[in-house]
């Protein structure tokens, strides 16, 4: 079973929208953490988000924010006032925090989103 | 910049043929490691290391070795590449164990491999 499923290939936004990325995760670790990375044309990966599964509140840096509901096992991101340097693909991934896995980082397919004037 | 480097960042080669990646980090951290992207299906782990002088398989680990005889170098080597291996290959890191909340991961630019 996939660890991390991304169900969206592909979203499409106007700019200055706001859009959800759908992301749903399976583990019966009850310590994990949960990540966000943008990864743009150029091919980097950029860090934009994490969710502690203790984390008693959904985290948020700036634009971005993570839905996080545990018992859905879902982290959905959430980019408010979309803009078109958004446009870029988008991975969710998690680590789970203990055995033989630790420090393992397993991600979705990813989501490619697309930003329109 | 401090952070993780990795070379090539472009390559060509023929099937057969082998080669190495080099992964450096100067950030001290423990563990490492090496990950291929494809079209559609997110990146996934090939190898990686907790610490110098270790390593272990992770989900596609077939066609590759590694080695880390420097904590700061993670090498990835293919000794007879294959088409199936055309891909880009992302380096990463972590400082490894402790609270999942702040440890978090370290990637290389990448480097795109071409096998014909």
């Known amino acids: 079973a996939q660890k991390i499923t991304q169900t969206q290939p592909g979203m499409f936004v106007q700019e200055k929208e706001a859009v959800t990325l759908d992301c749903t995760y399976d583990?019966?670790?009850?310590?994990?953490?949960l990540f966000w990375y943008k990864q743009p044309s150029s091919g980097e990966m950029i860090f934009l988000i994490y969710?502690?599964?203790?984390?008693?509140q959904n985290a948020t840096e700036g634009r971005y924010s993570l839905n996080f509901q545990k018992a859905r096992k879902s982290a959905n991101l959430v980019i408010s006032a979309s803009q078109l340097g958004d446009s870029a693909m988008y991975f969710c991934a998690m680590r789970e925090g203990r055995g033989s896995t630790l420090g393992r980082l397993y991600f979705g397919r990813g989501t490619q989103l697309t930003v329109w004037p | 910049n401090a952070g993780v480097t990795q070379t090539p960042k472009f390559r060509v080669l023929k099937t057969g043929q082998s080669m190495t990646l080099l992964c450096a980090q100067d950030m001290n951290h423990e563990y490492m490691y090496w990950y291929r992207q494809d079209p559609g299906m997110g990146l996934r782990l090939i190898h990686y290391?907790?610490?110098?002088?270790?390593?272990a398989k992770g989900e596609v680990p077939d066609g590759y070795n590694v080695s880390r005889l420097k904590k700061q170098n993670f090498l990835l080597g293919l000794e007879s590449a294959a088409p199936s291996q055309t891909s880009v290959y992302f380096c990463?890191?972590?400082?490894?164990?402790?609270?999942?909340?702040?440890?978090?991961?370290?990637f290389g630019s990448g480097t795109r491999l071409t096998v014909v």
């Open positions: 990463a890191s972590s400082r490894g164990q402790g609270r999942t909340s702040i440890y978090g991961y370290t």
């Open positions: 969710q502690g599964s203790y984390d008693q």
């Open positions: 583990t019966s670790d009850p310590s994990y953490g």
């Open positions: 290391s907790v610490g110098e002088g270790t390593t």
